[in-house]
């Protein structure tokens, strides 16, 4: 059997080998029907190759896979982004490049054009039902800083707005971690599975090393851009409540965000920033419905549908606006710099991958890129769970605590935490 799972480009298939499999092989006439038993050997071969690294993104109109690396874009800090994407694409073989930037501007991302890419129209209901990964308590979870100090650094940051009204600072996104440790072992496809069932976020899993021992999984409701062809659009999140136990109260809950002068206001420095963001690439760009309410299955969100049309095909690929548009306010703060300056001052750690963005881009441009949210990033044996809120004049750190704890539940609900008493709950509720 001469093809090695290098060679193979593409294949279309679910898993059953009495499926008639399409395979693009390098070099060979295209596409090859291959019969029963090559598609077997075939299968045998890719086993090995294809179950390493994994690249899963789920929403309610589709469902892109991607598994092995066929060929590793360089790394690099966000300002050459575009560039070694550009690069890598006219380099290789057809196939988008999937992967994940971190916050830090000057971290090294992980981009690849896999060896397997595979996009369907995903159906929630074909869906297994979520099956909780493992039963964990929640008290096997180390709060990174604890509620206490969590709400002392949202102290700090209201200082340091205070000290500069109205210019240097208007808003600060601070987050705050739970970590679990011994956590290499948990079965991160059902975990998937399970996250998948919140139809208003788009589940992700990226690995982000080719050992298996680094990935970032969650689901996230804020799309940061797509692009298709001249059409672009993004959906920032900005003002946030979380939902409530019964019909009546989560009504309320609503009600009190859309009121909220506050929410409004953190709200539109994020709609602003993306607007004025994608404004220079754009000859039409606007946004219909207005601000609206978005609920996820344990939030609720001010959000801003955005669609634009790019001025021509040359403008950036959907790669290259992720890149500008990366950190928007709603997780890093306005202005950009000084909330970046106040992060790093405040926050006791490196953020990593949480809160940067996930998504593909292909060689004519078009891809879509999601942020980072409601995740988790398993580091060795460590899994480390991530919410974070803005932070604004007028801001309350018990409110933030609260906030983060009703954030931390996307991702503690999917691993079957949810529903258990712990510190943070009384005040999430
Ligand atoms: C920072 C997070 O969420 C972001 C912050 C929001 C807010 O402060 O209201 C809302 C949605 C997200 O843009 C997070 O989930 O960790």
Redesign the pocket.
Not at 386 to 390: E, K, L, P, S
């Given at each position: 059997m001469p093809f090695r799972i290098a060679e193979i480009i593409k294949i279309h298939s679910e898993s059953t080998i009495a499926k008639q499999l399409q395979l693009r092989l390098r070099g060979a006439v295209t596409p090859v029907n291959l019969r029963g038993r090559l598609v077997l050997e075939v299968m045998e071969v890719s086993a090995e190759g294809l179950d390493v690294v994994q690249f899963h993104l789920r929403n309610s109109s589709q469902r892109i896979e991607a598994r092995g690396i066929r060929r590793r874009v360089e790394a690099g800090p966000r300002a050459t982004l575009e560039q070694r994407c550009r690069l890598a694409l006219k380099e290789g073989y057809g196939s988008p490049l999937v992967g994940s930037f971190p916050f830090g501007d000057d971290l090294p991302d992980f981009l690849y054009e896999p060896a397997f890419v595979q996009r369907a129209p995903y159906h929630a209901h074909t869906q297994s039902k979520a099956v909780a990964p493992a039963s964990i308590e929640l008290s096997a979870f180390v709060a990174h800083p604890t509620e206490a100090d969590f709400a002392r650094m949202v102290e700090q940051a209201l200082d340091l707005l205070a000290q500069q009204p109205g210019s240097a600072l208007e808003k600060v996104?601070l987050?705050r971690q739970l970590q679990l440790f011994g956590a290499s072992g948990l079965d991160y496809d059902a975990l998937l599975d399970s996250l998948s069932q919140d139809l208003a976020a788009t589940a992700f899993r990226v690995d982000l090393s080719e050992q298996g021992d680094h990935l970032l999984i969650g689901a996230t409701?804020?799309k940061l851009i797509s692009r298709k062809g001249l059409h672009v659009s993004s959906l920032?999140?900005?003002?946030?409540i979380p939902r409530g136990k019964t019909e009546v109260e989560d009504r309320e809950r609503a009600e009190q965000l859309s009121r909220s002068e506050k929410?409004s206001r953190?709200h539109a420095m994020?709609r602003e920033f993306v607007l004025d963001t994608l404004n220079p690439f754009c000859r039409e760009l606007g946004t219909q419905e207005g601000t609206i309410l978005y609920p996820t299955a344990t939030m609720w969100?001010l959000g801003t549908a955005i669609e634009g049309k790019l001025k021509g095909a040359d403008m950036p690929s959907a790669a290259g606006l992720a890149a500008a548009l990366h950190p928007t306010p709603?997780?890093g703060g306005f202005p950009r710099e000084a909330a970046r300056a106040a992060i790093a001052d405040i926050e006791p750690y490196d953020r990593g991958f949480y809160?940067g963005a996930i998504g593909y881009v292909d060689g004519s441009g078009d891809g879509e890129w999601y942020?980072s949210?409601?995740c988790a990033e398993l580091t060795d044996d460590r899994l480390t769970l991530?919410?974070?809120?803005?932070i604004v004049a007028g801001s309350e750190p018990d409110q933030e605590v609260r906030?983060?704890a009703a954030?931390f539940r996307a991702m503690l609900r999917a691993m079957g935490v949810a529903d258990v008493t712990w510190a943070g709950q009384e005040a999430a509720e």
């Open positions: 996104v987050s409701p804020e920032p999140l900005a003002g946030s929410d953190e994020t969100h709603a997780v809160a942020v949210l409601r991530h919410a974070g809120a803005g906030e983060t954030k």
